[in-house]
Every structure is written in structure tokens, then in C-alpha cells.
């Protein structure tokens, strides 16, 4: 019988690739029933013909994609993050051994998986992804435009509102010690610093817009120190919750750290 004919296995488990995706069936027993590997193109078509069954796959770039596939072909997937695969790895580790540890852990009825994502969320997410790093391109430009400066005695309050205030003043200043190519240099990198601004602030509308939008994030609104950057992230990062059984199991929470402001008393103290 040909290897790429499904063998009605109880649960297959993924090792992702780039190209080459390895495969591994249990049967009801835990017993391995198949062994093959397949290219991008055919992998598919190789579910396509497969009963109905649990497949699993580590979280990693393209396992959302891939479990999108599957679903609407009728198969039931499980993806679980790549720490709680790694104690049902047995002996060297490679790619079929990697399969076939995932087979295994799917199975387990305490393990905790990752809901698979929509198109929208996985949109909203890389907003928030591009935005924390346009972010941090901001900080890291101002901290080195900060320097340049303290090289030439000058010196800035703290705070980048203060620091894009008195930056032109400082430009136009021909009495301090800044050189004519460093004024030049600090001017180009103050016009970077506007486009990140702009970029940054287009996103961040972008984000509010969406949140005035979903039903689900509105919900969240509605609760003390949640703003729509922090509402967007939670749906993009675990959509309704359904997957979680009780509150704690939410361990996504450090995913939009920062974004949570917690709820002050009437004298301004954080509660909580």
C-alpha cells in the first residue's frame, strides 16, 4: 500500500517546516500506524483523503494558516505551544520524533492548547506587532539623538515630549557647540522621528477604530483600566476565551503588558 495513503490514524501530529512537513499517525492505543513526510504542495491533498480526525501542531509561524486549512477540511486541530511538546520528545531528537512527541501530547486530557486564530485577528495582532516595534524604534531614536547631543553639552529634560519641544531650538541655536554636521545629522534624524510619530499614530487610530467595531472588544472597554489597545490585544491573542476553563489559565495576559492601566482610588493610587 502506498505510504502517502492516510491510515486511519487516531491523531495525527505536524512537525512544520518551510517546505517539508513531517507526519506521524497514532492509532486509539498511542501505537505509531504512519510515517511519511510530505512537501507543501502535498500536504493537503493528503489530509483531503484523510478521515476526520485530531491533527497537532506546535505554535510557530504558519501553524495558524495551516490549522485554518485543516479545520475546513473537517479535521479537528490542536495546536499546543512547543514547551509542553518537549516531555514527550523520546531519544534523539529530529523532525519524526518531533511529530510524533506532538501526536502524543495532543492526546493528553490536561493539556492546554492555543485556539486556532482567524484572518481578523491575526490582522489585528500584527498591527499591535508592528506598532510595539515602531515604538521601540521611537525610543531607541531619541535615546541616540540624546547622546549625540550630551557629546556637544547638551543637555534635555527627560520625557520625549520635552526632548521633540526643545530639540528645534536647540538646531537653531548657533551659539552652542554643535557642529554643522551634526546639526545636519540631528535635523535628518528629527525628520525620521516625525514619520515614526505619524506611522505610530496611524496605527494607533487604526487599532481605536477596530475596537469602536467588535462587539467583543467594546465588551472589554467596559472594564476599569482596559483601553482599546489593551481590548484589541486580548481578542487578537485568545478571541472569545472559550478556550480557557477559568481565568488564571490565561497566561496571554503578559502579551498586552503595558496596555493595561490599573484602576486608581480617589487619590490617584493604583488599585489591585
Known amino acids: 500500500m502506498p505510504r502517502s495513503i492516510p491510515q486511519n490514524a487516531a491523531v495525527y501530529g505536524i512537525d512544520l517546516g518551510k517546505n517539508v512537513f513531517h507526519v506521524v499517525g497514532l492509532d486509539g492505543a498511542g501505537a505509531i500506524v504512519q510515517r511519511i513526510k510530505f512537501r507543501r504542495d502535498t500536504l493537503l491533498s493528503f489530509f483531503e483523503r484523510a478521515d476526520s480526525t485530531i491533527i497537532g501542531m506546535e505554535a510557530c509561524p504558519g501553524s495558524q494558516w495551516l490549522a485554518r486549512k485543516l479545520s475546513a477540511l473537517g479535521h479537528q486541530v490542536r495546536i499546543v505551544a512547543a514547551q509542553f511538546v518537549k516531555p514527550y520528545v523520546k531519544s534523539q531528537k529530529n523532525d519524526t520524533i518531533d511529530a510524533e512527541a506532538i501526536a502524543e501530547a495532543v492526546t493528553r486530557p490536561t493539556m492546554r492548547f492555543t485556539q486556532p486564530r482567524t484572518v481578523e485577528q491575526v490582522d489585528l495582532q500584527a498591527r499591535h506587532r508592528i506598532r510595539d516595534q515602531l515604538v521601540a524604534s521611537r525610543t531607541a531614536l531619541i535615546n541616540q ?28 541655536d548657533q551659539e552652542n557647540d554643535l557642529t554643522p554636521a551634526m546639526r545636519r545629522i540631528l535635523a535628518e534624524l528629527s525628520d ?4 515614526l510619530d505619524q506611522r505610530i499614530t496611524d496605527l494607533t487610530r487604526e487599532i481605536e477604530q477596530i475596537a469602536a467595531r467588535d462587539e467583543l472588544a467594546r465588551r472589554l472597554l467596559t472594564i476599569p483600566g482596559i483601553g482599546p489597545l489593551a481590548a484589541t490585544a486580548l481578542v487578537a491573542a485568545i478571541g472569545d476565551g472559550r478556550q480557557f476553563r477559568r481565568a488564571r489559565d490565561l497566561e496571554q495576559i503578559r502579551l498586552i503588558r503595558g496596555h493595561i492601566r490599573r484602576p486608581r482610588n480617589s487619590s490617584g493610587i493604583p488599585q489591585g
Request: aromatic share 12%; net charge positive.
Open 145 to 172: 539623538m540624546r547622546a549625540f547631543c550630551l557629546e556637544y553639552g547638551i543637555v534635555f529634560p527627560q520625557g520625549a515630549g520635552l526632548f521633540r519641544r526643545d530639540l528645534p531650538a536647540a538646531l537653531a
Open 192 to 195: 525620521d522621528l516625525a514619520r
